[in-house]
Every structure is written in C-alpha cells, then in structure tokens.
C-alpha cells in the first residue's frame, strides 16, 4: 500500500512540474519565435546616428531614422530592396450611413513593403514605384476592414475615405499579422510589439503629404518631443521616425551595404551635420529581434521560475524513488542470488521509472491544457492570445516527463541494484 502512495505522489508532483513548465514554454515558444522563418536572415535593419552621444543609447544609434537619412537611403537604392515605413492612424469614412467614421491604425509604406514581408494578398495587390514617386492615393487594406466596409467582397477599384481624402483601393488583404509586429516596432512603439497589424496602408510619399507623423517620435531635445506646427522644418529637422529595412542577398552585400553606410555618415560629417565619427549598425531581423527585446520579461521570467520548480520537483522525485526501491530491498536480493543480473535490475527499474513518466506526462497534459487555457489569468491578453497547444507541445510533455523521471530514478536504481544478495538472504 505505501508502494502505491509513493507511486501515485511521484505521478502528480511529475504532472504539476512539467506541466507548469510547458505553460511557460508555450508562451515563452509564442512570444520569441521568428516572425519570418524563410527571410528573416536576409531582411536588414540600417542605423545612422544622427543625434550623438548626448542623445543615442548608450552609443548605439536609434532604432529609428530621421527623415533626412531614409530618403537619403531611398534615393540612393544601394540595395535590391528597401522600404521605408511608419505607423500612424487614419479617421475612416464609409458611404454606407450605418458604419460610423472611425479611428484605424496602419501604415504610411513604400512599394517594396508587400514583396520584402511577403504580404499574402486576398484581392488585387500593393502599388508600383511609380505611385510612391506620384504620390498617388492609392491604399491597401485589412481583411477585417474589407469585410466591415464591403461586407468581404472584392472592393479592388472602389473608393475609401481617408482623414477626408478618397484613396482608391488597389488590394486587400488576406490574414496577415507577424508577431510581434517586427516591422514598424521603432515607429509604433516596442511595448506595442504584440498588437495587430494595422488595417491601412498608403504610400508613405502620399502620408507625408498629407502631414502625417508617426505614432512613435524620437527627438534630440530635453523633451524629447516633436514640433509638427512647422511641418517641414520637422521633416527636415533631427526627429527620428522612420523604420527602414534593406533586402540583402548575399555577404558580400551586406559588408557594401554596410560600407556605404559609413560612407554616408562620414560625408555627413564632412558636411558638418554630424559633430562626431560615423557610428552606423546593421543587424538582420534574426539579430535584431533578441537586441530589441520584444519579447516580454514576464514570460522569460515565468519559464526560469517554472524550470527551477521542475528542479525542486525532480529533487523531491529522486528521493521518493530511492524509498521506494529500497523498500524492495529483500526482492532485488532474492533475484540477485537467484542469477538476475544487475543490468536487469536497472533495466526493470528504469522501464517502471519510464512507465510512472508517461503517465505523469498524461496527467500533465491535461494540466498543460488547463494552464494553457488559463493563461488570461496570468498575461496580457495581447499575449495570453498567441498561446496555444498544438501536437508538438503535447507530445513534449509527455517526453519531458519520462525523460525527467528516468532521469530522476538513475541514482535510486544504482543504489537498488548494488543490494548484496547474502544480506538480504540472512536477514530473512
């Protein structure tokens, strides 16, 4: 009976510990995975500081750019692509009298944005270089805008009223939305990193018309705040705004991209516009991503807490397993001086030991389910949203709890299986 009470409490301390520590898991897997697995290492970020020691961070440049340097990178085209892009917000009007106007957000982008980020398309698609250089109102829109506005029919040609201006739709799009939201991060805001993507997007030649500012400024003043009343005087002035991403193909590339980045900034500097030595940077998105820390502290923090209670967990379990195979003592002795070898003592203790895994790794499942379900209770919703449990979490459960209990009964079998069998024979 106590062999069965030691068994059962092995079982649900295995079930709770690895359970706890898949919870985690799923939303630590949720909030740090590659947002563009098959581009991610070839999609670059391009710094300049423009705004100095006093102002940048810690010496490295702003994540941002000014208006200034990312027209200056645009007009320059040193790569295959590039896109410059900011988010902002947009008053929406419909015709239909029964949809209210309101208040949507997205993004002011260049041509190069739907090809660069592989932007699925539900009807029609983006617009040309030709429209940026026109300026022309053109627009592109959500799935879920389309289908508020236009019930999800085909609105390609049909007209949207933006902040009182009429932009021609030339696509919709299908179910898009990266996370975290990577792209615009700098201009929308990095503890923004979890919402979803914006519902418009118009060409940022045409927004910056319009006197549109982004959602997110960095200005090199005590403020650090942005004066628009002048309009082009802050285009024009040191404000970072601007999110800029390069397309580079190869190394050899990335190192003439980078070269002419320092080029640029010593010109600059030459020019007597930058008062300090070219300080530029260039990271990929699969760099860039752990530098910017987008993924919220609380769900690493969550998955070092969980792994140090699966530690505790598995100290408590070895030392249940050495009481239970010691309490069979005189049966491993008898084998013994019957001919069993020792191997076959472990290979019994470490296939019950496996047994007791999978089912602590069933129990834990269904707890893994429950927490997964439960996890509102415990982050933000942003966050809670993205967690779920597919088959590869369910199965790694199970995994971790076998291996985690054979683990675990690796000490208490070698002890069992060193038992002298005259010992036991005298004693009985």
Not at 8 to 22: E, K, N, P, R
Not at 147 to 161: P, W
Not at 282 to 311: E, G, I, K
Request: charged fraction near 20%; hydrophobic fraction near 45%; charge should be neutral.
């Amino acid at each position: 009976m106590r062999s069965k009470a030691l068994t059962t409490l092995v079982i649900m301390l295995l079930a709770f510990g690895v359970s706890a520590c898949m919870v985690s898991y799923a939303v630590f897997r949720a909030t740090t995975s590659d947002p563009l697995p098959a581009r991610s290492s070839h999609l670059y970020i391009p710094q300049i500081d423009n705004v100095g020691a006093a102002y940048n961070n810690e010496g490295e440049p702003i994540e941002t750019l000014s208006y200034i340097d990312a027209m200056a990178l645009w007009r320059a085209r040193k790569a295959s692509w590039l896109t410059l892009l900011y988010a902002t917000k947009w008053q929406v009007e419909s015709d239909n009298p029964l949809i209210p106007a309101t208040s949507l957000g997205g993004d002011a982008v260049t041509a190069d944005f739907f090809s660069m980020f592989d932007v699925p398309f539900r009807f029609g698609g983006g617009w040309t270089a030709d429209d940026d250089a026109q300026r022309s109102n053109v627009a592109v829109i959500s799935r879920h805008l389309n289908e508020t506005l236009f019930a999800g029919q085909n609105s390609v040609g049909r007209e949207i009223r933006l902040d009182g201006q009429l932009f021609l739709i030339g696509g919709v799009l299908e179910d898009w939305n990266p996370r975290p939201r990577f792209f615009d991060a700098g201009s929308h805001g990095t503890v923004y990193a979890f919402d979803d993507a914006g519902d418009i997007y118009i060409p940022f030649t045409r927004a910056t018309d319009m006197k549109k500012d982004s959602t997110f400024v960095y200005c090199p003043t005590a403020s650090r705040q942005s004066d628009t009343s002048h309009w082009d005087a802050y285009l024009h002035s040191e404000c970072d705004r601007i999110d800029a991403w390069v397309e580079l193909a190869t190394p050899v590339d990335v190192d003439r991209y980078r070269e002419y980045l320092r080029n640029y900034a010593g010109e600059q500097q030459r020019l007597g516009r930058f008062s300090w030595a070219p300080n530029i940077r260039l990271r990929n998105l699969t760099d860039w991503l752990p530098y910017w820390r987008l993924s919220p502290s609380t769900s690493t923090l969550s998955m070092l807490v969980s792994a140090s209670f699966l530690l505790i967990v598995l100290v408590n379990v070895v030392g249940l397993m050495l009481a239970r195979f010691m309490r069979r003592a005189p049966e491993i002795g008898i084998r013994r001086a019957l001919g069993a070898s020792r191997v076959t003592i472990y290979g019994q203790f470490l296939i019950e030991a496996a047994t007791m895994g999978f089912v602590g790794g069933l129990f834990g499942v269904a707890l893994t389910l429950l927490g997964v379900w439960g996890a509102e209770g415990l982050f933000e919703p942003n966050i809670a949203r993205l967690v779920h449990a597919d088959t590869s979490l369910i199965a790694l459960t199970v995994l971790l709890a076998i291996a985690a209990t054979v683990v675990s009964a690796l000490y208490p079998t070698w002890r069992a299986a060193q038992t002298q069998p005259a010992w036991q024979i005298k004693i009985n």
